[in-house]
């Protein structure tokens, strides 16, 4: 059974960084881009990128660029997402979801506060 | 930028209704078009693929169809499990880009 299991809640404060995980179990994790996807609170879904865990490539949606980096480990089949430089703006909901959008993890909430 | 435009922010049904939720795309995606159910507090779940194709698992009773840049999921006799806000989705290209949502209740 294929299953994306992400870390817990985070709170950063402004202008720090935080970063979440998403653990993949059930298939060959080298075999999907891992995508990430952001949800503010009341909101729709914005798509922030994808990285091939198996040659490291990446490819971000140009609002995201200098807000996110993707990286993974081949070793323990996690995905991880890397945001600074946090405000307000970054509050929300965070999902991993497999290649195809098929799979998705159960989503992180980020939380921004002094 | 791909918009994907679903017209109906919130819709209201009764049961064993058909129900039709559109997404018009701004340019040609093929068949680069999904569709998703999100309940409150979960992670979106796939119900549609390839415009037309059923995920695994998803009840019969939800399909999808497409006419040019327009592309509809109808649900044939709803049920109350079917209520959340259903999204569409393009990976035709970069930015992959989803619609606003549009919200099913039941009447």
């Known amino acids: 059974e294929v299953q994306l299991q992400q870390s817990g809640p985070e709170v950063g404060r402004p202008g720090s960084s935080v970063k979440i995980s998403c653990k993949a179990s059930?298939?060959?994790?080298?075999?999907?881009?891992m995508n990430w996807v952001k949800q503010s609170p009341g909101q729709g879904l914005e798509w922030i990128g994808w990285i091939d865990p198996e040659y490291g490539s990446t490819d971000y949606a140009e609002k995201f660029k200098k807000k996110a980096t993707l990286t993974a480990d081949t070793s323990s089949s996690t995905a991880y997402i890397q945001l600074s430089s946090l405000t307000s703006e970054d509050t929300a909901t965070y999902f991993c979801?497999?290649?195809?959008?098929?799979?998705w993890g159960q989503g992180v909430m980020v939380t921004v506060s002094s | 930028d791909i918009q994907m435009t679903q017209s109906l922010a919130s819709l209201s049904a009764s049961l064993e209704e058909i129900v039709t939720i559109t997404c018009q795309a701004s340019q040609d995606i093929g068949n680069w078009l999904a569709w998703y159910q999100q309940k409150p507090g979960k992670s979106p779940q796939l119900l549609i693929h390839s415009a037309t194709s059923l995920a695994d698992g998803i009840p019969s009773r939800f399909s999808g169809s497409r006419s040019g840049t327009q592309y509809s999921l109808k649900i044939s006799r709803l049920q109350v499990e079917d209520t959340g806000i259903y999204y569409c989705l393009q990976r035709y290209s970069n930015p992959y880009t989803f619609g606003a949502g549009t919200k099913l209740e039941l009447k």
């Open positions: 979801a497999r290649g195809p959008f098929d799979y």
């Open positions: 059930g298939y060959t994790f080298t075999d999907y881009v």
